[in-house]
Every structure is written in structure tokens, then in C-alpha cells.
T-cell receptor, first 115, second 115 residues
């Protein structure tokens, strides 16, 4: 049973460019959440996708957008990259029908470096 | 105000000793969940233990237990008989409300187990 997978593993971009990160959820999961983890910090919630729609969003600008496909996989897009966007981007999958205990399974992350 | 506070940036512990990692939280919701994750240097977030706000007993999972003091809004992680492989970053996180929302993480504690 494959867990959460993310691609690419590492990515280097320059300021102003655009980037797309990809995530495939754990088998049986229909909800995907994205987090940004800056160096030395805890992850920060970006947004969550369920049934191909953005269900909840954290405090991130509109430069951060996403998409969920019918097979539940998801993309995170970041436009007009800034140096401060350099971080580890984590994807987590879960079941959309869960309550407060709705364990999120995390992928290995994509390390984005903006030069 | 921070929703999750972890006051120990780093800890050194001798192998086989027990260790307590502190976490306090802030919420006005009655229904919420508290999570602890371990993050090795590889970057992947590993789920350790969960405590629901309505759970009357402290959660336990193998060598991990959660010391839940609701009135103090405290959810400390206790690791018994620490092992060298326990060296990692540890994050406390909270989900508010009754739904499957994104997690709010603390800044983490870097735990180093010494032989």
C-alpha cells in the first residue's frame, strides 16, 4: 500500500518564476492538505482540497493556488516566486469524512529553493 | 497569540531515560484534537499519538504517552526509555472544531538522545 508521494523531491527556481508541486494521496484517502515549512519552523497550513474544491485556506496570498483531480491527486502552484517561498512543502492526505481525529499522513515533501 | 506553544527549542537526554516534551495550546473550541508528530532529518512527518478534547483518559501508544491537562491547556508528550533513534524534531499540533480541518503546528522541539 503506497503512502503519500510527492514530486519532485528538490527544486531550484529563481525569483519571479512559477512552480508546480505534485502530490498523490494514500490509497483510500480523498482529502489533500498542503503545508509550508520554513527552515527551523513548524509547518504552516496553506489549504485543503476535498471533492476537487478548496475547502479551507490558511493565511497565504493568492499567489498560492491549487487543484485536485478526480483521482484525488493534487497540485500546488506558486506564482511570482519570492526568496521567502524557499521551504519544504509537505502534502498530507486524509479521509474527508473524519472528525477531530482525522489523522493526516504526510509525504516526504518537496524542498523548494528560490534564488 | 500563538495557538500552539512549545517552549523547549532543544533537549539533550541520556539514552534509556524518560523525556517529557512540553506543549500548551490556545483555543475557544470545545471540540478539538491534539497531535504529536516526529520529524527525522529526512523531513517526513511521522504521526505518534492523538488526544481528543473529550477523551477522559490520557492517550498511549507504545513508548509514547500524552499527559493531557485540559484545564491547563497542556498536552505534553512523554517518551519512556528513550532510544538513539528517537533523536528528531517533535511537533505538537492541534485541529480545532469538529471537522477535518488543517493542523496548526508549534515550532517544535529538537530532541537529541545521547548514548
Amino acid at each position: 500500500d503506497a503512502g503519500v508521494t510527492q514530486s519532485p523531491t528538490h527544486l531550484i527556481k529563481t525569483r519571479g518564476q512559477q512552480v508546480t508541486l505534485r502530490c498523490s494521496p494514500k490509497s483510500g484517502h480523498d482529502t489533500v492538505s498542503w503545508y509550508q515549512q520554513a527552515l527551523g519552523q513548524g509547518p504552516q497550513f496553506i489549504f485543503q482540497y476535498y471533492e476537487e474544491e478548496e475547502r479551507q485556506r490558511g493565511n497565504f496570498p493568492d499567489r498560492f493556488s491549487g487543484h485536485q483531480f478526480p483521482n484525488y491527486s493534487s497540485e500546488l502552484n506558486v506564482n511570482a516566486l519570492l526568496l521567502g517561498d524557499s521551504a519544504l512543502y509537505l502534502c498530507a492526505s486524509s479521509s474527508g469524512t473524519g472528525g477531530p481525529y482525522n489523522e493526516q499522513f504526510f509525504g516526504p515533501g518537496t524542498r523548494l529553493t528560490v534564488l | 497569540a500563538q495557538k500552539i506553544t512549545q517552549t523547549q527549542p532543544g533537549m539533550f537526554v541520556q539514552e534509556k531515560e524518560a523525556v517529557t516534551l512540553d506543549c500548551t495550546y490556545d483555543t475557544s473550541d470545545q471540540s478539538y484534537g491534539l497531535f504529536w508528530y516526529k520529524q527525522p532529518s529526512s523531513g517526513e512527518m511521522i504521526f505518534l499519538i492523538y488526544q481528543g478534547s473529550y477523551d477522559e483518559q490520557n492517550a498511549t501508544e507504545g513508548r509514547y504517552s500524552l499527559n493531557f491537562q485540559k484545564a491547563r491547556k497542556s498536552a505534553n508528550l512523554v517518551i519512556s526509555a528513550s532510544q538513539l533513534g528517537d533523536s528528531a524534531m517533535y511537533f505538537c499540533a492541534m485541529r480545532e472544531g469538529g471537522g477535518a480541518d488543517g493542523l496548526t503546528f508549534g515550532k517544535g522541539t529538537h530532541l537529541i538522545i545521547q548514548p
